[in-house]
């Protein structure tokens, strides 16, 4: 299926429309992506599922398009004939949505009702699954927080997604689309793009043991959030458009760990003093932060019978793993 879930770069340029196939290995599907044209090659993260469109058999084909243009959107929508949608793309980076304000609501808040509007004027009955996030508690109202605890958004990128999740809702309500919200919350992997907190620490662990690199400079170290990995959360996603009805779900470990505690975890797992090698740049404060984020996902327990399997501890340790394998590579290719 469709692998790449929130685990999307900062300027993310995939929606993955899907069609069953046969069950043949996998879950079956056959997966069209959307991708922004560039004038450089920007699909690194998925180059190991990509096969050359001519050979028989392949199930992963992609489209150019953008979340900014609905007249192609509605294209892809009529020539694909997707049965489910998985809105995944957005300009998702909370610090840069402050930077680029109108554009991260064009993309993320209003791409999305391009797509549910493609949906309707098209009549297809495709499941509708939207990206939604725990940034949309912001200042939160509850801990941890659930389906029903009220949002407060802290940035652009909050506002966009508070958006979308309500134009979600209210096309499922005033129209029958069968659309759900999954409420993620920070979910990792190594295909995080780089300068998410996660992975730009356990990057840089990498690159430091390995002496390449002295210096990591970070923001906010005080800030909790609720992380999960990736892989998980790409299931529960899936489970909630295999359901009968559309619902909104919170998906989220119910664990809160702070920055620093990342940072503790991923340094001393390789024999590192993150002290040693940790500088604070104030570039990386937001003008209003997110304090504290941990999510309360009994709904997804007990209604998809979704646990996660991947807990704090193993998560930074696999990541760090896949970047000091990842940087062994490269120097091995090097030589
Ligand atoms: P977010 O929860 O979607 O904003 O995910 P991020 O990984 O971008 O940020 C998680 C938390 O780490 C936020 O509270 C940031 O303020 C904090 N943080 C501290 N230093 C950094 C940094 O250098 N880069 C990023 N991206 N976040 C940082």
Not at 82 to 89: K, S
Not at 126 to 154: C, I, L, N, W
């Amino acid at each position: 299926m469709a692998s790449r879930s929130g685990d999307r770069p900062a300027n993310s340029s995939y929606k993955l429309g899907t069609q069953k196939h046969g069950e043949k290995g996998g879950k079956g599907y056959e997966v069209h992506g959307i991708i922004r044209r560039a004038s450089t090659f920007n699909t690194e993260r998925i180059d190991h599922l990509y096969q050359d469109p001519h050979i028989n058999g392949v199930r992963l084909f992609l489209h150019f398009g953008d979340m900014a243009d609905s007249t192609n959107l509605i294209k892809l929508l009529y020539r694909i004939q997707p049965e489910e949608i998985y809105h995944l793309a957005a300009q998702s980076h909370v610090r840069v949505s402050f930077d680029i304000p109108e554009y991260t609501g064009d993309v993320t808040g209003l791409g999305t009702v391009r797509i549910l509007e493609g949906v309707r004027e098209t009549g297809l009955k495709a499941k509708f699954y939207q990206a939604s996030s725990s940034e949309m508690y912001g200042k939160v109202h509850e801990v941890p927080q659930r389906e029903t605890t009220p949002f407060y958004p802290r940035s652009p990128y909050g506002a966009a997604k508070v958006y979308a999740y309500w134009v979600t809702v209210n096309y499922r309500e005033s129209y029958g689309v069968f659309s759900c919200n999954g409420i993620l919350f920070n979910h990792e992997s190594p295909r995080r793009g780089e300068t998410f907190v996660t992975r730009k620490i356990t990057r840089a662990v990498a690159h430091i043991k390995t002496g390449l690199q002295d210096k990591l400079y970070l923001g906010n170290l005080d800030a909790k959030r609720d992380w999960g990995y990736a892989k998980d959360y790409v299931e529960a996603i899936w489970l909630m458009l295999q359901r009968a009805q559309p619902e909104d779900y919170v998906i989220a470990t119910g664990e809160t760990h702070s920055v620093r505690e990342f940072l503790e975890e991923a340094f001393s797992y390789v024999g590192l003093d993150w002290r040693s090698h940790v500088e604070i740049d104030p570039w990386y404060y937001r003008p209003a932060e997110v304090d504290l984020l941990v999510g309360d996902a009994s709904k997804a327990r007990r209604e998809l019978n979704w646990e996660p399997k991947v807990k704090f501890k193993e998560l930074v340790r696999l990541m760090v793993d896949a970047d000091m394998a990842a940087l062994k590579r490269r120097q091995q290719h090097d030589l």
